[in-house]
């Protein structure tokens, strides 16, 4: 399979060398102020760009007929368009805030206690999530996606960035999930969903050890999509 990658920082490298181990071949490596490409070279495309780049990448990709996995954050505004111009050219795309097969199985757990939460009385939710000091968004596309799983199954309405040591920010018993977001050293990825109550605590945790998961995912992502038509998830990848 000829990859194109959209972006090629520390995610792009770790990507293209499970690609070469998975017998692919990268044939773009593509990067800011990169000069004019053709996208038409590769079998499939994986973006781990910056969130101004990714809508026009993605749209260059299902403009050309090239199926295009997605891992970048921070451009969601726009998601709807794209899912819209890939059903109107009849391309393949896949976004997912996290591409970890790990994440995936955690999310599933996630949507599951939610459920079961929401048949009792007195817990209240939290998030809190933990990355490397370079991430540019905050809170991570996936603590988000952890919350709206959460607001489907539960009676909170909302979620909202917090801080960790503001007392005045305490949103216990309103209908607001907090979400407190750390930038420590070179941390892959931590997140923890807890729920609490006047008597005990329960909680679910992924903590990533490096980027090798979430690169394998998206690489596994692209094998599964390319000769495939639609709006597809991780769920789909996985069969979850």
Same mark, same amino acid.
């Given at each position: 399979?000829k990859? /194109?990658l959209l972006?090629?920082g520390?995610m792009?490298?770790?990507?293209?060398?499970? /690609? *070469?181990?998975?017998g692919?071949?990268v044939v773009?490596?593509?990067?800011? @102020?990169h000069?004019?490409?053709d996208i038409?070279?590769?079998?499939?495309?994986i973006d781990?760009s +910056?969130?101004n780049?990714?809508?026009e990448?993605?749209k260059n990709?299902?403009?050309n =007929?090239?199926?295009v996995? #997605?891992?970048?954050? =921070?451009w969601?505004s726009?998601?709807?368009?794209?899912?819209d111009?890939c059903? +109107?050219?009849?391309g393949a795309?896949?976004?997912?805030?996290?591409f970890?097969i =790990?994440v995936?199985l955690?999310?599933?757990?996630?949507d599951?206690?939610?459920?079961l939460i929401?048949?009792v009385k007195?817990?209240h939710v939290s998030?809190?999530?933990?990355h490397?000091?370079h991430?540019?968004d905050?809170p991570?596309?996936? /603590?988000?996606?952890l919350?709206? +799983?959460i607001?489907?199954?539960? *009676?909170?309405t909302n979620? +909202?960035?917090?801080?960790?040591?503001?007392?005045?920010?305490?949103? #216990?018993?309103?209908d607001t999930i907090?979400i407190? *977001?750390?930038?420590e050293?070179e941390?892959?990825?931590?997140?923890?969903?807890?729920?609490?109550?006047?008597v @005990?605590q329960? #909680?679910?945790i992924h903590?990533a050890?490096?980027?090798?998961?979430?690169?394998? =995912?998206?690489?596994i *992502?692209a094998?599964?999509l390319?000769g495939?038509?639609?709006?597809?998830?991780m769920?789909?990848?996985?069969?979850i």
């Amino acid at each position: 399979m000829k990859i /194109a990658l959209l972006g090629y920082g520390k995610m792009g490298k770790t990507i293209e060398r499970i /690609a *070469a181990e998975r017998g692919h071949e990268v044939v773009l490596k593509i990067d800011i @102020d990169h000069p004019a490409y053709d996208i038409k070279t590769a079998d499939v495309a994986i973006d781990f760009s +910056q969130p101004n780049a990714a809508y026009e990448n993605l749209k260059n990709c299902i403009d050309n =007929g090239v199926p295009v996995v #997605s891992g970048t954050t =921070g451009w969601l505004s726009k998601y709807d368009e794209i899912v819209d111009l890939c059903n +109107q050219k009849k391309g393949a795309f896949i976004y997912a805030s996290n591409f970890s097969i =790990g994440v995936n199985l955690f999310f599933k757990l996630n949507d599951y206690l939610a459920e079961l939460i929401s048949k009792v009385k007195g817990y209240h939710v939290s998030i809190k999530e933990i990355h490397h000091i370079h991430k540019l968004d905050e809170p991570s596309g996936t /603590a988000i996606s952890l919350a709206e +799983q959460i607001l489907k199954k539960t *009676a909170y309405t909302n979620w +909202q960035l917090a801080s960790n040591s503001d007392p005045k920010e305490d949103l #216990s018993g309103t209908d607001t999930i907090p979400i407190i *977001a750390e930038r420590e050293g070179e941390v892959p990825g931590v997140h923890d969903v807890m729920y609490k109550s006047e008597v @005990d605590q329960i #909680s679910i945790i992924h903590e990533a050890s490096s980027r090798k998961g979430f690169a394998l =995912g998206a690489v596994i *992502a692209a094998e599964w999509l390319k000769g495939k038509n639609g709006v597809f998830s991780m769920k789909d990848v996985l069969g979850i």
